[in-house]
């Protein structure tokens, strides 16, 4: 199942319906209830950072992993970038290792027509990825998710939000052409994208103040995710308003689905409503 997608229904576990109660949303009970968002957020940092601190990168066996540090090698946290992000409110920190940059360039034959250098929080993505939750500073769990031949992604459609603001660090790859630069006669295949690993709170990622993650395994957790972006789709514009999503976001934090501009329609987010450009 592909838990990066809301397209695939969450059940929830336990859905209990009261006449009345704060201790309701929507008339779900709200298993959460008790979480200091807030501190939340402050523990989850505590732990990303020793993380980074404890555990080093390794690909010498041709495959990219994160291990626990040992005499030699360097930590994570030395090579780190470092994303300061708002969410409900709630000041986040996302961590960024960057593995390969990417080059949109192709070297035979040049620049591609469309611009493929970062994208915006906005823009819809075409990536690989590899995802595991990150159970404390020094254990990982197993792989929960994984796809090796690339998934288009949508900001509309992002569970983990800290994705939209972890990618716009890296750059796409290019299509892989025949040698006379016709269509490649096989599967499509980008080459040269940036590679890189996510480090993301639990506030960016299945975060209980969402209700639909009630029943996700993943409720509350760090993540980890190896990442490469093949392929993106420059100013994005979801209602097809002829203005890119990226410049309706208003208040300029990121957060698209926080700006309403519509006073006929004020729960439509700006970048859904063709009527606001």
């Not at 690909?59 to 930590?75: F, H, Q, R, Y």
């Not at 409900?88 to 192709?106: A, F, R, T």
């Not at 027509?113 to 990825?129: L, Q």
């Not at 796809?147 to 939209?164: E, K, P």
Request: proline fraction near 4%; include cysteine.
């Amino acid at each position: 199942m592909n838990k990066i997608k809301y397209s695939i229904v969450l059940f929830l576990l336990s859905i209990v319906i009261y006449s009345c109660g704060d201790d309701n949303f929507n008339g779900i009970n709200n298993p959460f209830l008790d979480i200091d968002h807030e501190a939340l957020a402050l523990s989850d940092n505590d732990t990303l950072v020793n993380f980074l601190k404890n555990h080093y990168y390794d690909d010498t066996v041709g495959v990219d992993s994160v291990k626990t540090l040992v005499a030699g090698k360097t930590p994570l946290f030395d090579n780190i970038i470092t994303m300061n992000v708002k969410r409900n409110d709630i000041d986040y920190k996302l961590y960024v290792y960057k593995i390969k940059d990417g080059n949109p360039i192709d070297p035979v034959y040049g620049s591609p027509s469309d611009d493929k250098g970062y994208p915006s929080v906005s823009d819809s993505i075409y990536a690989n990825y590899s995802g595991q939750a990150i159970l404390s500073s020094t254990e990982l769990g197993v792989n929960f998710d994984r796809n090796t031949t690339g998934a288009w992604f949508s900001y509309t459609s992002l569970a983990v939000r800290g994705w939209s603001f972890g990618f716009t660090n890296f750059k796409g790859g290019y299509l892989k052409k025949e040698a006379d630069g016709s269509v490649f006669n096989g599967p499509i295949t980008y080459l040269d994208g940036a590679k890189g690993i996510l480090f993301i709170p639990s506030g960016l990622s299945y975060t209980s103040i969402d209700t639909r993650n009630y029943s996700s395994s993943l409720v509350n957790q760090n993540l980890l995710f190896y990442v490469e972006l093949l392929d993106f789709v420059k100013d994005t514009d979801h209602d097809n308003d002829g203005t890119p999503s990226d410049e309706e976001d208003a208040n300029n934090d990121g957060d698209l689905t926080n700006d309403f501009s519509d006073a006929d329609n004020p729960t439509f987010a700006d970048y859904l409503n063709p009527n606001v450009n």
